[in-house]
């Protein structure tokens, strides 16, 4: 394949792997870039100089280019800068935050900057700050997510009329027929998170994969609007986060709730009860752990079946 998101990473597939907080450290990243598409090691679940072990084990692991997604909110945001920057890493995708703050650093060293966002507000901010191209992440994706609730289905379209820059659709896509799907609203390119943080590879606990493995339509809610949007797959953790919400408590209190670490015990501790198990809706349609290479491979069959399909279904 080619067009603008493989040439701007040089990549063989426009398909990437989304930073995800306790999934994607040197092993799923490398995978996915050993695959043709783009691994990113997610820097928001590790410290400065666990980021730089990773870094390097990913290094050696692949050849191919591959990223580092930075959420903006990180505490110790000045250190993985300059971490990405002596490192040698070549694209970071920034999340959860002004796009206006690190674009210009990191385009000054050198980096291709990609930032994510979940309105088109906020493309129109990421082409101010001169970014080389944006994720658009729709209401269906695992993780935090926008407050408007918008679907992938209107983002994108909405996203691509903002602006010209490469665009990269996310939520809700984890097959070849979903990514035809974004493609036919106007994206270049596809982030995929919860497909890949259910594969071998990923770091997540077997126990939280084999959970949303066997999740049903409808077993995910975006919860925690007042503190940050938060798609979780629904159990003892969020009917407590329900009634809290539901008797209007505090952003304070909810925060209290919420105490910290919790997305660790989940996802990578495997604590099923008392974790924070962030997920996308798109996981109810998978029941097989699979390595990274054969959900690639399914992907790119996936996609150019489905071409193939529309245009039978087309020709009347
Ligand atoms: C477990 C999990 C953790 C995530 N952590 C992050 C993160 O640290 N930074 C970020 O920008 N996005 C994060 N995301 C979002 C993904 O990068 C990606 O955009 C999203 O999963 C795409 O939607 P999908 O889940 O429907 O594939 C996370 C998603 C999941 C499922």
């Known amino acids: 394949m080619e067009n603008r998101i493989c040439n701007l990473f040089k990549i063989k597939y426009p398909v990437i792997q989304g930073g995800m907080v306790w999934c994607s450290g040197w092993r799923l990243a490398s995978a996915v870039s050993n695959a043709g598409g783009l691994g990113l090691l997610g820097a928001g679940s590790m410290h400065p100089e666990v980021l730089q072990e990773h870094i390097r084990k990913c290094q050696a692991a692949t050849d191919k280019p591959f990223g580092v997604n930075v959420p903006l909110m990180y505490p110790e945001i000045e250190k993985i800068m300059q971490i990405l920057v002596d490192e040698g890493v070549k694209i970071v995708f920034t999340s959860a935050g002004n796009p206006k703050t690190w674009t210009k650093f990191l385009k000054e060293h050198g ?10 507000k906020f493309a129109g901010k990421c082409e101010e700050a001169g970014v080389d191209a944006i994720v658009a992440e729709g209401f ?46 106007g994206a270049e ?128």
């Open 111 to 120: 980096f291709t900057v990609v930032h994510v966002v979940s309105s088109s």
């Open 140 to 185: 269906e994706a695992g993780g935090h997510n926008g407050r408007e609730e918008t679907t992938t289905m209107c983002l994108i379209p909405h996203v691509r009329r903002k602006t010209s820059l490469p665009l990269i659709a996310a939520g809700g896509i984890g097959t070849g027929a979903g990514m035809l799907a974004a493609f036919a609203l």
């Open 189 to 316: 390119g596809v982030q995929i998170g919860t497909r890949f943080a259910l594969t071998t590879e990923s770091s997540a606990h077997e126990a939280f994969k084999q959970l949303c493995l066997s999740l049903n339509e409808g077993d995910t809610k975006l919860l925690l609007k007042k503190v940050s949007p938060t798609r979780l797959v629904k159990g003892t953790f969020t009917t407590a986060v329900e009634e809290a919400e539901s008797r209007g408590a505090t952003v304070e209190e909810l925060r209290e709730l919420l105490g910290k670490g919790r997305a660790k015990k989940g996802i990578f501790e495997g604590n099923l009860e008392e974790g924070e198990l962030e997920i996308g809706q798109i996981a109810s349609l998978f029941r097989e752990e699979l390595s990274v290479a054969d959900v690639m491979k399914e992907i790119i069959s996936d996609f150019n079946q489905g071409m193939e399909q529309i245009r039978n279904l087309t020709s009347f």
